[in-house]
């Protein structure tokens, strides 16, 4: 008999778990993506250039491989993509979601019209699109400025079938609202867009597989999202700190959408926030999901290989390993105001695979610029506890931007440890060893140290230290001599911050990264104190090395 193949969408870094696992079970592996030079191409065992959108041709090359290769699986993770494979597992008769089911979870319109039906938690929203609602410019104005106030600030816009943050933030102010709306609009493939109330308090994120009527936790993780108006995740811990009365609400609360949506043979992911109201989804989606939690962080924690198991049922196998590993889990009917009661009866029978480790993930990431160098990766590598490091595949010349998404992250490292203050310490001390040397004189980030913003963009991107708010104002007398130690000569006004806890985004103290700055730059021309110091305050090491250079390169 001809060898069993799998056909797998992506070929990107959050796809190489699912060819791994499909080789390790000696499936023949084919492997799609629009790019051909894409992270994980060199892993299939044939790769076809195929645009992802395309789901018609998708079709095609599917068809082909279940005449000719004995096609079991068609299977995506990480990717926009899940509808995609629906409708080709659906015409082929392989295991997979509805194709129905698979849009509801990828237009959030839909999403959220089926939560609304089903009086599952979630924002109230409003939606427009560009064929209809946003042709006409004085019409999409005042209509979006009226959603606006009714839901009040700060609302949230995002495009109604992207993933990554992209497109999506929070509007404060009537002077945020076109400018974010055009962006979100422009991130749209189809040109729509969702207005809706924002949720405060903390998030997490779910993953999940549907399975012959069960549906099985199997990873649940505090997000870390900072940077308004902007929702950038700087990482996540597994698994979650969140008590149990509020992981049961919520494991309820996202079993309960995922029947709405109709989601019955295959994997969801769920990012759900706790607010003082309860539980209430932002979304759910029909696939794995990526920012390493599926692949990398839910893996070393639990023991189990999700994107094996989810790959396995795709071809219509056992997932022997997730029925041995996992345990039920006791059904706690949520309230939430905004929807009606939670039902008395669970949708599924629920069950999670426990995570007995935790695993941290962190991103570092930089202020605007154009890159020079980038070193310190393999010292990441070599701290305890750390089990991967990714930098972001960049080079010399490539422009640097503070992130608005969450695809423009720098790098990330990935720890494991029994001891939950141990794998979060590593994976944040892998990243603030990874350093970006910025080009000097760059208008971009001269721009940044100077503070100017847009008006739709007000605070962002923030200081690198809060401190530094205290003393922008503040004037800083003297000269750091030339080749000395930054710490010889402390102004007055910077000591006491010196002994601060408060840490940057690449997780260095203020301390921290003036000792770094004397290792990274022993021989440095004479800096004035007050450009030296601000310039730190406001964009941490990156930015005092910056100073330096472009200083040197004025001599």
Not at 340 to 367: D, G, H, N
Request: proline content about 6%; some cysteine.
């Amino acid at each position: 008999m001809k060898k069993e193949s799998v056909l797998i969408l992506g070929a990107g870094l959050m796809q190489s778990p699912a060819i791994n696992a499909a080789k390790r079970n000696r499936f023949k592996t084919f492997v799609i993506d629009a790019n051909p030079n894409a992270e994980s191409v060199f892993l299939a065992d044939e790769f076809r250039q195929i645009d992802l959108k395309d789901k018609e041709r998708i079709f095609e090359f599917a068809s082909e491989l279940q005449k000719k290769e004995n096609l079991k699986a068609v299977f995506t993770a990480g990717t926009d993509f899940s509808a995609s494979v629906s409708y080709v597992c659906e015409k082929l008769g392989l295991c997979a979601h509805s194709y129905e089911a698979a849009l509801n979870a990828s237009i959030k319109p839909r999403m959220r019209a089926c939560f609304e039906r089903a009086g599952v938690p979630s924002p109230e929203y409003f939606s427009f699109s560009r064929e209809s609602d946003l042709q006409d410019e004085l019409y999409c104005i005042e209509n979006i400025q009226q959603a606006v106030e009714k839901l009040g600030f700060p609302c949230v816009v995002k495009p109604a079938d992207n993933m990554g943050a992209r497109g999506c933030r929070m509007i404060r102010s009537r002077e945020e609202i076109v400018c974010a709306v055009e962006n979100a609009v422009e991130s749209s493939r189809t040109g729509t867009i969702i207005l809706e109330r924002y949720m405060e308090g903390p998030e997490y994120s779910i993953d999940a597989v549907v399975y012959n009527g069960t549906l099985t936790v199997t990873g649940f993780a505090d997000r870390h999202i900072y940077y308004p108006p902007y929702f950038i995740e700087t990482g996540h811990t597994m698994p979650t700190s969140a008590g149990e009365k509020e992981k049961a609400e919520l494991i309820a609360a996202f079993a309960a959408g995922v029947k709405a949506l109709g989601l019955t043979c295959g994997t969801a992911k769920a990012d759900i926030k706790y607010t003082p109201n309860g539980p209430e989804i932002g979304e759910i989606a029909a696939r794995l999901s990526g920012g390493y939690m599926s692949g990398w962080t839910f893996p070393y924690s639990s023991g189990l290989n999700l994107t094996e198991q989810a790959l396995l049922i795709a071809a219509g196998r056992v997932p022997e390993k997730l029925l041995r590993m996992r345990k039920p889990v006791e059904f706690r009917p949520y309230v939430s105001s905004g929807a009606s009661a939670s039902p008395c009866q669970p949708p599924f029978e629920l069950y999670e695979v426990v995570s007995k480790k935790t695993s941290a993930e962190r991103a570092w990431i930089s202020i605007p610029g154009t890159i020079a160098s980038i070193s310190g990766i393999r010292h990441s590598e070599r701290t305890r506890f750390v089990k991967n490091v990714f930098p972001r595949p960049v080079h010399s010349g490539e422009e640097a931007v503070f992130p608005r998404n969450n695809v423009q992250k720098c790098g990330n490292a990935i720890s494991l440890s029994k001891n939950r203050d141990k794998a979060v310490n590593a994976s944040c001390r892998a990243c603030s060893r990874a350093f970006i040397r910025l080009e000097p004189h760059n208008e971009r980030t001269e721009r940044f140290l100077k503070g100017e913003t847009s008006a739709d963009e007000r605070g962002f991107p923030p200081p690198a230290y809060r401190s530094f708010l205290q003393l922008e104002h503040t004037p800083l007398s003297g000269i750091i001599p030339e080749n000395s130690s930054v710490l010889r000569s402390v102004p007055p006004e910077i000591q006491p911050l010196l002994d601060s806890a408060e840490t940057d985004w690449n997780y260095l103290t203020l301390r921290k990264s003036a000792e770094r700055f004397d290792r990274l730059c022993r021989k440095h021309p004479a800096i004035p104190q007050e450009r030296f110091w601000k310039a730190l305050l406001k964009g941490g090491i990156q930015a005092a090395v910056y100073v330096s250079d472009s200083l040197s390169e004025n001599k």
